[in-house]
């Protein structure tokens, strides 16, 4: 099961979650619409390289990232889009493109998008296509320890 490593950190940490399944699903946009949530509300992961280093940066589905503006708050001097090449092996228990938020979990920094830290729940994606989890944004704050930016649009 994919998704073990994440279920066990969340159960070990005794948070209170809830699972969601649905059909197959593989752009933000189209899981949002799946379960019927507003894009606002379903966080994606992607993953950038800044300054060589690869991380993980969590926005809202309906967002797109402004690189201008992640350059500038990471004070780094170059920000791109990772490559999936460059980064698929990271996540051996996930499906390509299905990672959570969860870079902790990985050795990754993870940077959360401000428009996501004033939500009560996050939502995401559970390294799979099918599965999502919705959590206090509280808790995932406290498990994760994110950085908080403005950085998208």
Known sequence: MPTQKLHAF???????YLKIE????YTAQEIAAAVHIPGEELAKSVMVKIDNKMTMVVLPANHRINFAKLTEET??????????????????????????????LYGIEVIVDQTLAGDNDITFNACSHT?????????????VKPRVLNFSW
Do not use: T, W
Request: hydrophobic letters at 35%; aromatic letters at 10%; one cysteine or more.
């Open 131 to 143: 599965e999502l989890i919705q959590l206090s944004y509280r808790d995932f704050e406290i498990l």
């Open 22 to 25: 649905h059909s197959p699903a």
């Open 75 to 104: 004070g780094a001097s170059e920000v791109r889009l990772a490559d999936e090449s460059e980064f698929g092996d990271l996540f051996p228990d996930c499906s390509l493109g299905a990672m959570p938020p969860f870079g902790n």
């Open 10 to 16: 969340l159960n070990d940490n005794q948070i209170k």
